[in-house]
């Protein structure tokens, strides 16, 4: 079984580079299947990879860990996976679909999104049994609502769930648009949305920290491109670009 590793950026880099040069194309389009919590720092990792060589196209799939999971396992075309967990990974590896070992590139944490101006006056997870109030969780299996409920178990609260939501992208949808009171989402959504949803600090007695991993795909369409994306994630400028849409870098 293929091990899951905390950084070495040195080691990774020279391993991951001397992958590229010896694995096929090293130009092209180079798909990657992302957390859909990860979109816009990917954008903006797309946008400063495909500076570097404009050969280069970076297709993103964005969506939950879940459904990207499924369709690797059921023979997707894909040549990354950027999973918001451990347990979606976990069951790429067991299938043996990952080309190289897993890496750990980024750790978020969980908040509670009201929409702007917090009209339903939600101050905690408490507030999320109040059965009057609209309340949305990511599904069961998506990152974002697994690691909502262990936060909500933690604090000892039974949510009043109105929705289960697909991803956290959707979930934040229904939040700014005013369709929900409340929802748990990542502190890195928050900021995304610059003040179009209001965030409320989730104490770190109940919250959770989530962990993020990347990996190339077994028989990806373009290896090479798969390992220097990977490496560019995994580099100082990657991690600069993931600290600056506030992820925790290893």
Do not use: W
């Amino acid at each position: 079984m293929k091990r899951v590793r905390r950084l070495t950026i040195a080691l990774v880099a020279v391993s991951l580079l001397a992958a590229a040069c010896g694995s096929g194309r090293t130009h092209g389009e180079v798909l990657v299947s992302t957390a859909a919590s990860l979109a816009d720092a990917f954008d903006a990792l797309e946008v400063a990879f495909e500076a570097a060589d404009p050969e280069v196209d970076v297709v993103l799939n964005l969506d939950g860990s879940s459904a990207l999971r499924e369709q690797i396992l059921a023979g997707a075309p894909v040549d990354v996976f950027a999973s918001a967990d451990t347990a979606n990974m976990d069951q790429i590896i067991a299938a043996g679909n990952t080309a190289d070992e897993v890496f750990v590139f980024a750790g978020n944490r969980l908040e509670i999104a009201v929409p702007a101006g917090n009209p339903a006056r939600v101050t905690g997870l408490a507030d999320f049994a109040r059965s009057e109030l609209l309340i949305g969780l990511c599904a069961v299996g998506v990152p974002c609502g697994d690691y909502g409920r262990q936060a909500l178990e933690k604090a000892g609260v039974v949510p009043s769930v109105d929705t289960d939501e697909p991803n956290v992208r959707a979930l934040l949808t229904k939040i700014e648009a005013g369709e929900l009171d409340a929802g748990i989402v990542y502190v890195t959504d928050v900021l995304a949305l610059n003040g179009r949803v209001d965030g409320i600090v989730i104490p770190d007695e109940q919250n959770v920290v989530a962990e993020y991993q990347i990996a190339a795909i077994a028989d990806a369409p373009n290896p090479a491109g798969a390992a220097a994306f990977v490496e560019f994630v995994l580099s100082d400028e990657g991690r600069s670009i993931l600290e600056e849409y506030g992820f925790v870098v290893p």
